[in-house]
Structures are given as structure tokens and as C-alpha cells.
């Protein structure tokens, strides 16, 4: 529903608690005392600051974040990201020779998700293949993600 309903990237609506509240009316069972409370109260804007933080400290560039070892592999719009190319890059990454293929296969994008690295503890990073608090992966050399 987020993601859908996503606004333009100066637009913060979703730091305004009506904006939050009318989107998870559409969201069958969502709209309840319990979130509504939740969200009035800012019950996770602790959370949500940490893991801004933590991004902003990783100096990323936006989203998706996608690191291999360390280094921004997705973020150069000269050499676009396919998922043929992801495929190759973890592969030899981890020291597996990459076997040619017609096309470009989907599930070489499923195979390794987006990733700000951050985990919401400044200077701190989460093990390979960890969710971080935006609920994305990393991966590391040697680790692969299925």
C-alpha cells in the first residue's frame, strides 16, 4: 500500500499521521484503535529516526542501495544494473565462474534484494543476509542470498 501510494520524493506525506491513517483505511483490518494509537503516538518515530540516521550516516544515495562487498553496484546510471549483470557480479564476487545465458533471468534479481547496509546503529552493520531496518538484505563476498 506504501509503495503504491508512494509521493514524489520532496513530498514527505508519510511523516503526517493523516496521510499514514487514510492509507491503512484501505488496508482491510489495519485501520484499528491500536494503530490508530500507535501512529497518534508516535509509538516507532524513535525506530524510524535511527534508521534514518543510520542511512544518512552511510551516506547512500537513495533507494535501492544495492552493495556487494562493500561498494555501490547499483547506484552508476552510466552502467545500469540488470539482473544478468547482478548475477555476474555476486558470482564472481564469491569466486563462481558465470555461465553464459540467451537472456536475462528474473530470478537473478530475486536472489539478492536491495540493500542500505545500515541497521539503525550508527557505525554498526548486520551480518550477511540480515534484514536491516528498512527490511533489506546484504550481502557479503562469500554469502549469497536464496
Known amino acids: 500500500m506504501l509503495f503504491v501510494n508512494q509521493p514524489q520524493e520532496t513530498d514527505d506525506a508519510y511523516a503526517k499521521n493523516a496521510k499514514l491513517l487514510e492509507l491503512s483505511g484501505k488496508v482491510d483490518g489495519l485501520d484499528t484503535p491500536a494503530f490508530r494509537s500507535c501512529v497518534e503516538d508516535g509509538t516507532h518515530n524513535s525506530w524510524v529516526a535511527k534508521s534514518h540516521e543510520a542511512f544518512r550516516a552511510g551516506k547512500f544515495k537513495g533507494t535501492p542501495t544495492v552493495l556487494l562487498d562493500g561498494k555501490d553496484i547499483f ?16 558470482e564472481a564476487n564469491a569466486g563462481v565462474t558465470a555461465k553464459p545465458s540467451a537472456s536475462a533471468s528474473a530470478s537473478a534479481s530475486s536472489s539478492v534484494s ?20 528498512s527490511g533489506s538484505r546484504t550481502v557479503s563476498k562469500g554469502t549469497t542470498e536464496d
Open 75 to 90: 547506484g552508476d546510471q552510466a552502467n545500469p544494473l540488470t539482473p544478468q549483470k547482478l548475477k555476474e557480479k555476486v
Open 114 to 133: 536491495p540493500s542500505a547496509s545500515a541497521s539503525g546503529k550508527p557505525g554498526s552493520l548486520p551480518k550477511a543476509g540480515s534484514p536491516s531496518p
